[in-house]
């Protein structure tokens, strides 16, 4: 009980994850098609763009890194082509832009990619990422011998805190086992959902599957819908403020998922949107749940609108009404009473900037695929 409510992050005992990870990595975008100066690149553009300021912190090598084979002695061996300056002084590099390094690996004989997993070498790989200067390790589920889960990850659990670095732990069991019932004994955020596509149906699915699972989430443990495709140009820019929206408010890790080389204008304003991040952010870290409109039917046909809401630590609410609808505009009233809030209170419009007196929400004609989402400032 006690675990409970101050964190869940007693039982991972690692001090991590108190609010969700926001960072980089290389999957959504470049896939297997990595290299050190991509890498590099990605860390000065963090430090140049002022998101590393904002919190996005981690660099992270997701599959590919590796050769197929490990070394004589059983040692992961990075691909001398690909990582010619060798891990370490990639490491050094990101460390020395004020950022953190994360790797990828597999609870499985292999990687998806079919490079060398880390079943029945965690005690050796972990120590190796280790001594590398990893901050992170995002843990796959390929291959995995039909071995359940929890006794696949826990292992590298144990073995990650054995090292004495402090090191992230990300399982991606893509919510196939039911991470969200032994994630937050386990890592410090397990994936609930399948692989994220760059499309606003894979988007609303991972939403829907990852909504499910509020109560799990908490400092040092967060659902995981996956990661976010702002910027590689499959949905619009109100889409994309959607999916940046709904990701913070359930306090979802924002791990970039585009290339910040070419990031557009429109891409970090919406990455930068300090205030949307705050509500990401809050160190309550109440995930976001459905208040209205929450039947089965409107996710599922997806033609009407949803409100979510959660506490936030100073006492104020982040409300965010969704419009699942296409073509359909709809206009909405959520009376604040709802949330237990009495009497005229300041909402701030987080993508407008505006702040209205009221003691309730009035949206006009939302339009299909857009969010408003808003801070209830009950202490102003």
Same mark, same amino acid.
């Given at each position: 009980m006690l675990s409970a409510l101050i964190g869940v992050s007693l039982a991972l005992n690692n001090g991590l994850g108190l609010t969700p990870q926001m960072g980089w990595s290389t999957w959504n975008y470049f896939g297997c098609d990595i290299n050190e100066e991509i890498i590099k690149s990605a860390a000065d553009s963090l430090v140049e763009s002022g998101l590393r300021d904002l919190g996005y912190v981690y660099v992270n090598i997701d599959d590919c890194w590796a050769l197929h084979q490990r070394s004589p002695e059983g040692k992961l061996v990075p691909d001398p082509k690909r990582f010619p300056s060798g891990i370490?002084?990639? &490491?050094?590099?990101?460390?020395?832009?004020?950022?953190?390094?994360?790797?990828?690996?597999?609870?499985?004989?292999?990687?998806?990619?079919?490079? +060398?997993?880390?079943?029945?070498?965690?005690?050796?790989?972990?120590?190796?990422?280790?001594?590398?200067?990893?901050?992170?390790?995002?843990?796959?589920?390929?291959?995995?011998?039909?071995? +359940? &889960?929890?006794?696949?990850?826990? +292992?590298?659990?144990?073995?990650?805190?054995?090292?004495?670095?402090? =090191?992230?732990?990300? =399982?991606?069991?893509?919510? =196939?086992?039911? +991470?969200?019932?032994?994630?937050p004994e386990v890592g410090n955020s397990w994936r609930t959902t399948i692989d994220i596509k760059d499309f606003w149906a894979s988007m609303w699915l991972n939403f829907y599957l990852n909504s499910k699972h509020a109560s799990a989430a908490g400092p040092g443990g967060w659902n995981d819908p996956d990661m976010l495709e702002v910027g590689n140009g499959g949905m619009t820019f109100e889409e994309y403020k959607a999916h940046f929206s709904l990701w913070a408010l359930v306090k979802a890790p924002l791990i970039i998922g585009c290339d910040l080389g070419s990031m557009s204008s429109e891409t970090l304003q919406i990455l930068g949107n300090q205030e949307v991040i705050a509500i990401n952010q809050d160190k309550l870290g109440v995930q976001a749940t459905c208040r209205k409109g929450c039947s089965f039917a409107n996710f599922v046909l997806g033609y009407e609108y949803q409100v979510f809401a959660g506490p936030l630590e100073n006492g104020d609410w982040a409300v965010g009404i969704i419009n699942w609808s296409l073509l359909s505009k709809h206009s909405i009233e959520y009376d604040l009473k709802e949330l237990g809030i009495q009497g005229k209170v300041q909402i701030k419009d987080l993508w407008e900037n505006e702040v209205q007196e009221s003691d309730q929400i009035s949206v006009q004609a939302l339009k299909g695929h857009s969010i408003k989402l808003y801070r209830i400032l009950t202490n102003n």
């Open positions: 370490n002084a990639l &490491a050094d590099y990101v460390h020395s832009k004020g950022l953190k390094i994360g790797i990828y690996s597999d609870a499985g004989t292999k990687t998806c990619a079919g490079q +060398p997993g880390s079943l029945y070498h965690e005690q050796s790989d972990a120590q190796q990422f280790a001594d590398w200067g990893f901050d992170y390790l995002k843990y796959d589920t390929c291959h995995d011998k039909s071995i +359940p &889960a929890i006794k696949r990850y826990t +292992p590298m659990r144990d073995a990650l805190n054995a090292t004495g670095r402090e =090191i992230f732990y990300s =399982i991606c069991d893509w919510g =196939i086992q039911d +991470p969200w019932k032994w994630g």
